[in-house]
Structure formats: structure tokens, C-alpha cells
């Protein structure tokens, strides 16, 4: 609920006007799967057109992280907030890579300098910077991913080194790999974290994916062996994602979408085909999501695409620049579906959302 009457009120104020308007639009575009926008442009206060993460907080703020700072969203009216010179309770770092909110409320922030944890009392932030002198220090400053564990615990992944966190000492407890074993860089990089049924942690890194248990032994290895010897990129897991039915989907640089099945321990594939207007739309997968319709929504790296839960298929959304309304941009970099079922795209030109209650989407760009 929001605390914010007042703020409430305009932004339900907002949401019928946006609905009413999309009624109006509705009755111009008549394709079944077309999926329509409108748009805010940066002078309304979006930091950045490139928009990394999404996630809502208890009082129904939407945060974004983006390539220039931090930005909250009421619904009517957006706040930034960036680095700082001479003030140690700002954010510390422009580039923001990681979004997480805990459960005391807090927003917890990762960047390529430093993970921030922001207090929405007092407005404040507390830096973790790492410092080899300092015992319980994150491993990294450059951060990948935050993590919640059905515990709560947040699980932090970065350039080198996973990191658990101490919320009682405010330490970081490190698991790294180490020499002599298979594959030894394979927890120094971590870019994505899910938790299965089971409670084991799944690990997405430049060496393939990892399946763990919480005290660091290591259960399985995935997409570890590049057959062709010569791709950097295919042991690379971009994103994790794990579904209602306790499915874990893998987005990978250049195998496609992969779903785990655990009763098999096999993996479903789903790739690029120019001949299949039934695949996904690009094999390098950025972003994983599933809707209250139980829809999966794939992010690429050259269009949207959604696995209609109903019929298995698959509807691709591109750019179409002679038409205003189509999905602003093509490269996906997150997705996320708030309290209110609206579902938020961010792309490399801004902010895409939509009702589900219908395919119309209105979105937040930078010219």
C-alpha cells in the first residue's frame, strides 16, 4: 500500500488517464498481438535512455537503475540520484547493474564501483567498497547481481567472487574457486543468481552455470565445453530465471533460451531459426520474466519475445520506426511486472510498459 495518500491518488489519477487514452488508441490498431506505446521523454526526469533494472518498493516506487544513476518513479513524477563529490552517503557510482529491495525495506544498489545500500528513511546510502585490509569486505567492486534467498539472505555477485552478506556483523562472507579444481575461475565472475525448490542456488557466470549448495560445494556444471574451442562468449550465462512451476530458465550469450527440466536434468532449448517464425528472435538472451498470465517474456539482444502460456507459441516484438507506438527499442535489457500488473521493459532507448489486461504498452524514453 502507499503510505503517500496524496501521491496515491495521482498516481491511480495517472493510470486512468493512461487507460482511458489506450481505449481510444485501441480502436485504431486491430492486430491481436500488437502491443502499443506512449511515451515520456528525459526532460520528465529519466536519467538515461539505457535502463539496466526495474524493481518496486513497499510504498509502490518504481526504481530504476540505468548507465547514468539511480531514478525513483511515483507514477507522476521521477527523482535521481547520483554520485556525490565529497558526500559519502551518495550513491558511489553512475552505472548501476543490480537492483534488489530486502526485507526491511531497504533498496539495495550494484554498480561498477561499489554495492549501496539505500535507506528509504532517512534518504541516505551506505557504501561496501572492498579493502584487502579489511576482513569481511566484499570480495569486488564491481558488481553484477544482488540475490534474495527464500531465507532473506542477500547473495552478492561480482567480477570476482560470490559474496554472502552478514546482515547481523555487516560482513561479507567470499566463495571463490580455487587452483587445482575443475574449471577454477568459475565462481571469480558471477552475473546471475536464482534459488530452485530445493533451496540450491544456480549460478550464472563467464564459465557456464553452476548449480551449488549454499555452503559453497558445488552440486553440477553446465555449458562449460565450447566444441568449436574458438567462441569466448558460449560458456557465458547472461541471465536466470525461475518460474511458477519451479522451472529454471537459462538465458545464455550464444545458445539460445534453455529451460531445466529437473525431472529430466535435461534442458529444453529454444533458438533462432530465420526459417521458424515460431523462434525466439536472437540467441543472445538478456532478460527473463514471467507475467500473472503465466506468459514468459525473453529479453534479446534484437527483440522482445513472449511464450504464450496457453499455446507454447512464440510472438516476437520488434522496433518498427514508421510506427510510433511499436516497441521503442530492440535491444531488451530487463523486465519486470509491478504490484499493479504492469509490465516494464528496459531498453537501450528507455522504458517500455504495458496493462495486462490487454497488449497496450506506454513507455518512458530519452530523445
Known amino acids: 500500500m502507499f503510505k503517500n495518500k496524496t501521491l496515491f491518488k495521482k498516481i491511480i489519477s495517472v493510470s486512468f488517464f493512461i487507460s482511458i487514452t489506450f481505449c481510444f488508441y485501441s480502436g485504431i490498431y486491430s492486430q491481436a498481438n500488437e502491443i502499443k ?3 515520456l521523454t528525459v526532460e520528465d526526469g529519466l536519467t538515461s535512455n539505457g535502463v539496466t533494472q526495474i524493481i ?24 535521481a540520484f547520483l554520485p556525490e563529490p565529497n558526500n559519502p552517503k551518495s550513491i558511489s557510482n553512475h552505472s548501476i547493474w543490480a537492483l534488489e529491495l530486502d526485507n526491511l525495506g531497504n533498496i539495495w544498489c550494484g554498480t561498477q564501483d561499489g554495492l549501496n545500500k539505500y535507506n528509504p528513511v ?3 546510502f551506505i ?6 585490509k579489511q576482513p569481511g569486505s566484499i570480495s569486488n567492486d564491481h558488481i553484477y547481481c ?41 565462481l571469480n565472475s558471477v552475473i546471475c543468481i536464482q534459488e530452485d525448490k530445493d533451496g540450491y542456488l544456480w549460478l550464472g557466470t563467464w564459465n557456464g552455470l553452476i548449480k551449488m549448495q549454499k555452503d559453497g560445494k558445488i552440486i553440477s556444471r553446465y555449458f562449460e565445453d565450447d566444441p568449436n574451442k574458438n567462441n569466448l562468449n558460449y560458456r557465458k550465462i547472461n541471465c ?3 518460474d511458477r512451476s519451479d ?12 529451460k531445466y527440466d529437473s525431472q529430466t536434468n535435461k534442458f529444453i532449448s529454444y533458438r533462432y531459426s530465420a526459417a521458424n517464425a515460431n523462434s525466439i528472435s536472437n540467441d543472445n538472451i538478456t532478460a527473463i520474466s514471467q507475467d500473472k498470465k503465466n506468459n514468459i517474456w525473453i529479453g534479446t539482444k534484437n527483440g522482445l519475445n513472449k511464450i504464450d502460456a496457453e499455446t507454447g507459441n512464440i510472438l516476437r516484438y520488434y522496433n518498427d520506426p514508421q510506427k510510433p507506438l511499436s516497441i521503442l527499442n530492440n535491444e531488451i535489457l530487463c523486465i519486470y511486472e509491478d504490484n499493479n500488473s504492469l509490465v516494464w521493459i528496459g531498453n537501450s532507448g528507455g522504458v517500455s510498459r504495458f496493462y495486462q489486461t490487454s497488449n497496450r504498452f506506454n513507455y518512458i524514453q530519452e530523445n
Open 37 to 39: 506505446f506512449y511515451h
Open 56 to 79: 518496486q518498493d513497499r510504498n509502490g516506487f518504481v526504481w530504476l537503475g540505468t548507465y547514468n544513476g539511480l531514478t525513483r518513479f511515483d507514477g507522476y513524477n521521477f527523482k
Open 122 to 124: 532517512t534518504e541516505q
Open 127 to 132: 557504501r561496501f567498497k572492498n579493502n584487502h
Open 146 to 186: 544482488i540475490f534474495k534467498d527464500k531465507q532473506g539472505t542477500l547473495w552478492i555477485g561480482t567480477l570476482n567472487g560470490l559474496n554472502k552478506y552478514n546482515s547481523t556483523t555487516n560482513n561479507f562472507t567470499v566463495i571463490k574457486q580455487v587452483a587445482g579444481t575443475p574449471n577454477p575461475d568459475s
Open 240 to 242: 536466470l530465471f525461475k
Open 247 to 258: 522451472n529454471i530458465w537459462v538465458g545464455t550469450s550464444t545458445l539460445g533460451l534453455q
